[in-house]
């Protein structure tokens, strides 16, 4: 059942799931024997990097980051830090980062620079939806699971303002929501 | 040499630029302000007649940023100008970023109080499209 505040399913929970399994599969099949860490960035992929590896019947291991948002974090100190590091060494591992959507790019960008300081064996990046319209920083995707549109989109982990996360599918949030007009 | 916001920053044109200086700042992401000229057409005696010089560039990205928050009419004639710009000059990469992405990047960020100053300043109803 579509929530009140969703103008339109995206990708329905079946759509995902089926995609996510492909991915997974592939992954799979990329990193058998190579033993790879899965690094997911909190909130937003946590429930994708939950199905992702459970479609990935491989060895691997997973850790979590968190960084600071930049509307959270204005007032304090004007530049992203990191609010939750990883919890091992990736030094000479094969990593796999687990994005659930890649937009500006900004955050990423900043976290691959953060991340191949620390020497890992490889960085690819594996990312449920690919938003290119206001794509700023240039991030090559190596694992890509929907291309969207340029719409607001919540569910399966994305919020707006830390609701919608638990919704099973991704979709569209009503402008109303966040005050807009419906845009021309 | 890269900028960073600081009290020395340059002279923004409108509000908008400087809240995107202070994302690019948050997120690490070097950038210049205005700093190339353009020029895009010429007259009979070879003289430039009008140019265009992007809002920023991203020195580490190596791409123009051009933010426009104005009215439609004055968009279909940056929208002209980005065109010359990129066949005149088809080896730089320009972005052109609309009010829309630019309210979209407020609320993705949760700057609506940001969004609605800039649209009392303007005489702007908040939020609307173009």
Partial sequence: MMHADVEEILLS???VQARVAELGAQLAGDYEGRDPVLVSVLKGSIIFLA???RAMPIPLSID????????????????????KDLSTSIEGRE???VEDIIDTGLTLNYLLRYLHDKQPASIRICCLLDKPARRLAPIEIDYRGFTIPDRFVIGYGLDYGERYRNLPYIGVLRPSVYGAATPE | MAATLTSSSPRFAHQ???????ILDFYGVAWRYEPDLF?????????VVESFAPDFYLPEIDIYLELTTLKQALVRKKNRKLRWLRQLYPEIRVKLFYARDFRALMVKYGRLDFLADVAA???NGPLNGE
Avoid at chain 1, 64 to 70: A, G, Q
Avoid at chain 2, 16 to 22: I, K, Q, V
Avoid at chain 2, 39 to 47: E, L, R
């Fill in chain 1, 95 to 97: 990593v796999i980062v």
């Fill in chain 2, 16 to 22: 908008s630029e400087a809240e995107l200086a202070r």
């Fill in chain 2, 39 to 47: 020029p895009i057409s010429w007259n009979a005696d070879g003289a």
């Fill in chain 1, 64 to 83: 979590l980051m968190e960084v600071s948002s930049y509307g959270a974090a204005t007032e304090s100190s004007g530049q992203v830090r990191i609010l």
């Fill in chain 1, 13 to 15: 929970g079946e759509e």
């Fill in chain 2, 121 to 123: 300043m303007n005489g």
């Fill in chain 1, 51 to 53: 199905d992702l590896v």
